[in-house]
């Protein structure tokens, strides 16, 4: 059977007021043979089905196919479900991969690896993660206010009667703090740590000014 000047069809609507309908009983099925197609040559084209369980299913011996300009231009794929059930967009070949994506992605919400719940985290990470180098976007000043002269630096006995006190060094959380929010914030414990080991560095240029005046007065004395 041949049809030409198909406007729309209707498959499963008893009821329509278009050109043509084609209604199939329940169950039954509409058949293209090789290369069948369906096409639509005009710019609000579109297929609507209607299922009781909402959803529509495709179904494909091999690769689920969708592409664009297939009607005007050059065909190109832009996305397959291939046999395996891994999906490909902008490639077709998924590497071993569930997903694969050859360009950008954007995320607006939260991402799970590993894990389906993320909790406040907007990527959620549950076991280790590789890479060659990490950049930290800071929110704090980064520490050379250290070395300004109008710092006020702990002396090391008001350093030794603090740790004495508290159990861990001033400005850094201790382990029960830690241990209750859950981790550190990386970017914020390394530019404290830099800030501790600015602070060791000016003491021991003093020590070592110290040592020094020490070792001459020594020195004449003899």
Known sequence: MKIRRIYLVAIGI????????????????LFFADNGQIRSFDNM??????????????REYGSIIFSSGAVY????????VDQDGNVCINTIDPKGY???????????????????NPGSMQLAVEGRIGAREVQVTLQNPFPDYVFDSKYKLKSLNNLENYINQNKHLPGIPSAADVEKNGGIELGKMNTKLLEKIEELTLHVIELNKKIEKL??????AK
């Open 73 to 80: 231009g050059t065909e190109m794929e832009r996305m397959r």
């Open 215 to 220: 070792e001459k007065e020594a020195s004449i």
């Open 98 to 116: 569930r997903l694969a994506v050859n360009g950008d992605a954007l995320f607006t919400g939260k991402v799970g690896i590993g894990t389906d």
């Open 45 to 58: 084209h579109r297929i609507l089905f209607r299922r009781d369980e909402d959803k529509m299913e495709m």
């Open 14 to 29: 008893i009821a329509i007021p278009f050109l043509f309908a084609l209604t199939l009983p329940a169950n039954d099925e």
